[in-house]
């Protein structure tokens, strides 16, 4: 019941920034975690950064310094602006928004939710 939208992938040279967003909605009722992960071909997933709903984000030691994650609450959105990419950032980032939604039968009932992913390739 709860659709996760990304966007904000594509093509970037070396060096350069992209944002990537993620928005929630259906019937949500309250969202914990919001986290980043991407998947490179041939590897498996990883966690890129995760922000809960209060407390300390976190951040793969690889983005750290470069990646920042924030969240929009009443937009149910949460952002990965990614600054001075590398081409070993290239992957298929997926957004993971954790929280509480109503169910078809009215039930208040934990969602786990992954976005559909979206290519971002680093290369000149």
């Known amino acids: 019941q709860v659709q996760l939208l990304e966007s904000g992938g594509g093509l970037v040279q070396p060096g350069g920034p992209l944002r990537l967003s993620c928005a929630a909605s259906?019937?949500?009722?309250?969202?914990?975690?919001m986290g980043w992960y991407r998947q490179a071909p041939g590897k498996q997933r990883e966690l890129v950064a995760v922000?809960?709903?209060?407390?300390?984000?976190n951040y793969a030691d690889s983005v750290k310094g470069r990646f920042s994650i924030s969240r929009d609450n009443a937009k149910n959105t949460v952002y990965l602006q990614m600054n001075n990419l590398k081409p070993e950032d290239t992957a298929v980032y997926y957004c993971k928004i954790k929280g509480r939604a109503r169910t078809v039968h009215g039930i208040i009932d934990d969602f786990d939710s992954w976005g559909q992913g979206t290519q971002v390739t680093v290369s000149s």
């Open positions: 259906g019937r949500i009722f309250s969202i914990s975690t």
């Open positions: 922000i809960p709903s209060g407390g300390s984000t």
